[in-house]
Structure formats: C-alpha cells, structure tokens
C-alpha cells in the first residue's frame, strides 16, 4: 500500500534539498573562483509565471526534474522569507560584489511605495533576488519574471484556455465547475494584483516573457522539453557573450 506523506513534510524535505543545493553551489564558487583564469560566464535561472489551472506547478518540477535544479514555488519562498535565520544564511552564501548588487537592487525596488521597508512582497524580492546570481534553479510564481535579471533569466508563461483550466481542477482536484470557475478567477485576479501592485506591469503582457506556452496544446512532459529546449538557447547566448571581444 502507498503510503502518502503530509504536505508539510513534503515541503520540509523539498526546502532541505534547495537548501543543500545552493550551499554545495556556494562553496564549489568560492572554491574554484581563485583557481580559475577564464571566467564563468553567469548562470541562469528559469522564472514561470502561469495562469490558475495551466498546470504551472507540474511543468515546473518536470523541468526541474530533467535539469536536476530545485524549484521554488510559493511555499517554499514563503519559508526562506519568513526565517530569519535561513534568509540571512542565503545571503551570506553570495560574495561581497554579488551581495552589493542585490543591495543595488533591493534600494532601487525602495522606489516604490508599496515595496520598501520590511515588507512581504520585498521579502520575497530579496529571496529571489539572491538565488539568481548561484542560477540553475526553476522559481514559479511571486512576480520572478519582473524581478530576476533578464540577461540570464528563461521567462516563461504558462496558459491555456479557461474550459481547459477548469475543466484541469475539476478532475485533479474534484471541484464542481463553477467552484472551479470562481476559483480560477479569483486566483488570477489575486495574482495579477500582486505582480501590478508590487512590482509594476501586466502578468497578461506577453512582453514580459521569452517564451508563452499554450498547456492545452502540449502535455506536461512536451512544455518541459519546450523549456529545456529554450534555456540551452538562452544559456549559448550568456555564454557567447561573456567571451571578450
């Protein structure tokens, strides 16, 4: 018999596993950084944003899966910024030129009245904000698409039409068809809210992404390939890029 472990603990082990991950990449930089005469180029991150039923989730941990990279989803960014202890550890895996960008970064975020100070939303900025420079890793939802640099972030949108997106939580998650309707409206509003009011612009503008993908077309495997497809592109042009000229 399949024994089902809680949630809770499904996100303990989850966050343990991110966490080694980017401490072990931490260390491999501070170890080999003075060795090594040619320069890396950056690493790159993968960002999702998606609508409520599009199967973002899913499409995240088959890419992180084929990678082999965490994925932070809400939960577990929740977690890093609400402790202390942990977000002040990430911070201080970066090295002091990393470090004083994100301070760059964090002020320039201090613009903007909704953002400044001890906030959540700036909180999970900060998170985000000091993955990115360690890279390879898959980070869905919470505005990352506005947040992380664009030169080596893949910013990816996931969607599908609304019959499909209902029809999705209604076999997975046994709502009726308008519990499942309201509730899809509800979650994009309140997402789109948080994206405008927190970071500016529109999670609907397709500008802000590199690659859209339709999840009624393609099953959760093809979009991950599409993904994985799209990021080596993404990472021969970092790479190409950092070669002096």
Not at 115 to 142: N, Q
Not at 210 to 225: H, K, M, P, W
């Amino acid at each position: 018999m399949t024994t089902f472990k809680p949630s809770s603990e499904l996100l303990a082990e989850a966050f343990e596993r991110a966490r080694e991950q980017w401490r072990v990449r931490a260390r491999e930089e501070r170890d080999i950084a003075p060795t090594v005469a040619v320069k890396k180029p950056p690493a790159c991150s993968i960002a999702i944003s998606r609508e409520r039923g599009a199967g973002g989730g899913a499409v995240a941990r088959a890419v992180g899966a084929k990678l082999g990279w965490p994925v932070y989803d809400r939960e577990l960014l929740e977690r890093i910024s609400d402790e202390t202890g942990l977000r002040t550890e990430l911070l201080e895996s970066l090295d002091e030129k990393r470090s004083h960008w994100l301070v760059e970064v964090l002020e320039a975020f201090g613009g903007v009245r909704t953002i400044s100070g001890p906030t959540y939303a700036h909180r999970i900025a900060e998170c985000m904000l000091a993955l990115s420079p360690h890279g390879h890793s898959v980070i869905v939802g919470r505005g990352a698409t506005g947040v992380l640099p664009a030169a080596t972030t893949l910013r990816v949108r996931l969607c599908a039409p609304l019959e499909d997106r209902v029809g999705r939580l209604c076999q997975n998650q046994g709502m009726s068809e308008s519990t499942a309707r309201h509730h899809v409206d509800k979650v994009d509003r309140d997402r789109a809210a948080f994206v405008q009011q927190h970071f500016g612009g529109a999670v609907n503008d397709v500008h802000r992404y590199d690659l859209v993908i339709n999840t009624a077309r393609f099953s959760t495997e093809q979009a991950a390939e599409i993904v994985v497809a799209a990021l080596r592109q993404l990472e021969a042009q970092v790479e190409a890029n950092s070669i002096p000229k």
